[in-house]
């Protein structure tokens, strides 16, 4: 929490009067459809230039590593090469559904030092791994792979087997030990896992099983903000879904202490709050889940955020891909909306299925 000492020297106080003051310059404010794509193409360029220099990609040199066969779906591991010396571990889960090809989900673990696994459903009889699946509904990558979906789940850097489920900083946070790394060498690691995201998807594409023209994105937390600006950067994501994500700056950053060196953007809130970047993804198809109890991002923020949302969805004149679920429920995957979502807007089966 911030310092409460009011004394007029004591930083915390400096910050909050400077944010509260702090008014972003490109907040979405579009009348009508005309100036809503004015507005997207600035922010996007804007938001470009501010996560930094993307790596160069690298021959991806996949390896398969494992495979493994359940009674829905089969699970490989696999190894690839984003830019060079730099390694992403993964599962790829297949449906056992007797069809050529699959619309695709990018699935997106939130912080935690399990990254893909619990995703996945991968726990190997960890207690810990198995109270996270259960607590936050967290294996939505295989709950996606049961419904028809390929899904492909990654390691970011700072997480999972990229450190070797270890931290050596710690009581330090780790990401934000790789997020000053990172920035000395001129880049975000917000950026980096962006870009590492991308190339999980250009890995997705050299698959035969693929339905390259329907991949989707979704992750929790964390896992929500990658969701959110590879949705709104690569236009090979065709709809996103949001988990518990959906805040202020004020609320998770200013008065609180809720992010980390993975989700940050450097100097975002000079011109853009959480709100207008998730709603310069319209026109995709867009789904927010926001539990009603999260005592990460509080509802009252969520709230803030969605109702911006919706103002851009109504002016861009695409209201009804915007779809918005408040559970009642902690910060974790809802799943109430989320099938159904995913099979209109990849699969083709309609609102009405």
Same mark, same amino acid.
């Given at each position: 929490m911030p310092n409460e000492i009011d004394a007029i020297q004591i930083t915390d106080n400096f910050i909050r009067k400077?944010?509260?003051?702090?008014?972003?310059?490109?907040?979405?404010?579009?009348?009508?459809?005309?100036?809503?794509?004015? *507005?997207?193409?600035?922010?996007?360029?804007?938001?470009?230039?501010?996560?930094?220099?993307?790596?160069?990609?690298?021959?991806?040199t996949p390896q398969k590593l494992s495979t493994e066969e359940t009674e829905k779906y089969i699970r490989e591991k696999w190894l690839i090469q984003t830019e060079k010396d730099c390694f992403m571990p993964l599962y790829i889960l297949i449906p056992k559904q007797g069809k050529k090809k699959y619309p695709a989900i990018l699935c997106c673990h939130g912080h935690g030092m399990f990254g893909k696994d619990p995703v996945a459903g991968v726990h190997n009889n960890n207690p810990d791994a198995i109270s996270s699946i259960k607590i936050h509904n967290y294996n939505y990558g295989e709950?996606?792979?049961?419904?028809?979906?390929?899904?492909?789940?990654?390691?970011?850097?700072?997480?999972?087997?990229?450190?070797?489920?270890?931290?050596?900083?710690?009581?330090?946070?780790?990401?934000n030990i790789h997020f000053l790394q990172h920035l000395i060498m001129g880049r975000t690691l917000l950026g980096a896992n962006i870009f590492d995201g991308m190339r999980a998807i250009d890995f997705l594409l050299t698959r035969d099983d693929v339905d390259k023209e329907n991949i989707g994105c979704m992750g929790l937390s964390f896992g929500g903000t990658m969701t959110t600006y590879l949705t709104l950067l690569d236009d090979r994501i065709k709809a996103g879904d949001i988990i518990c994500y959906a805040t202020t700056t004020?609320?998770?950053?200013?008065?609180?202490?809720?992010?980390?060196?993975?989700?940050? #953007?450097?100097?975002?809130?000079?011109?853009?709050? #959480?709100?207008? #970047?998730?709603?310069?993804?319209?026109?995709?198809?867009?789904?927010?889940?926001?539990?009603?109890?999260?005592?990460?991002? *509080?509802?009252?923020?969520?709230?803030?955020?969605?109702?911006? $949302?919706?103002?851009?969805?109504? #002016?861009?004149? $695409?209201?009804?891909?915007?779809?918005?679920? $408040?559970?009642?429920?902690?910060?974790?995957?809802?799943?109430?909306?989320?099938?159904?979502?995913?099979?209109?807007?990849?699969?083709?089966?309609?609102?009405?299925?």
């Open positions: 400077w944010a509260n003051n702090t008014k972003p310059k490109m907040s979405f404010r579009a009348r009508d459809k005309e100036e809503f794509i004015v *507005w997207k193409e600035k922010l996007i360029k804007r938001i470009k230039v501010l996560l930094g220099e993307f790596p160069v990609p690298s021959d991806m709950q996606m792979a049961e419904n028809g979906f390929i899904t492909i789940c990654p390691d970011w850097r700072s997480f999972g087997e990229r450190i070797g489920y270890y931290n050596p900083f710690a009581p330090r946070d780790i990401c004020k609320h998770y950053a200013i008065e609180r202490g809720n992010f980390c060196g993975s989700q940050i #953007v450097p100097g975002l809130y000079r011109y853009a709050d #959480v709100g207008d #970047v998730i709603s310069a993804i319209c026109p995709k198809p867009l789904l927010i889940e926001s539990g009603a109890n999260d005592t990460c991002f *509080w509802i009252h923020s969520a709230l803030e955020a969605h109702k911006k $949302v919706s103002a851009a969805y109504e #002016v861009a004149g $695409v209201k009804d891909k915007l779809w918005i679920e $408040v559970f009642p429920g902690e910060h974790r995957f809802s799943g109430k909306m989320a099938f159904k979502f995913f099979k209109t807007y990849l699969a083709g089966q309609g609102l009405e299925d």
